[in-house]
């Protein structure tokens, strides 16, 4: 079973940044996937990046390329999303996710665990 915290969220004036954290435990791979989803209200959830090890390069939604980044720690078992030049249309509940599996980046139901999310405000 793995666990996911996620931390990091606030609110921000757009153009402005944040970084957002998730570590994970309870599990010992060498080839996983770690994301971000989020979700705004009456929206469904999609995806906003996805970093794999072993199975290829991060992937971006069109919407936050070049303005968001997620990298790992030298572990591995931290993801990290560095989010700038930030829009209102960022505002979201943002949640890590985690698989061990090669599926379509952004979908979300190939992910097998979830973290309890952390909201992003831009207003």
């Known amino acids: 079973h793995v666990q996911l915290v996620e931390s990091g969220g606030g609110s921000v004036q757009a153009g402005g940044s944040l970084r957002l ?10 080839r996983d996937c770690m994301g971000w989803f989020r979700q705004a209200p009456g929206k469904e959830r999609e995806g906003v990046a996805t970093d794999c090890r072993g199975f290829g390069v991060p992937s971006y939604s069109d919407s ?5 980044v997620i990298s790992r720690d030298n572990i591995g078992t931290s993801v990290f999303l560095q989010m700038n030049n930030l829009k209102p249309e960022d505002t979201a509940m943002y949640y890590c996710a985690w698989r061990n599996r090669v599926a379509q980046w952004d979908d979300s139901g ?3 665990f979830w973290g309890q999310g952390t909201q992003v405000t831009v207003s």
């Open 21 to 30: 954290s998730c570590a994970a435990s309870g599990y010992r791979v060498w």
């Open 64 to 68: 936050v390329k070049g303005r968001f």
């Open 110 to 112: 190939t992910y097998e």
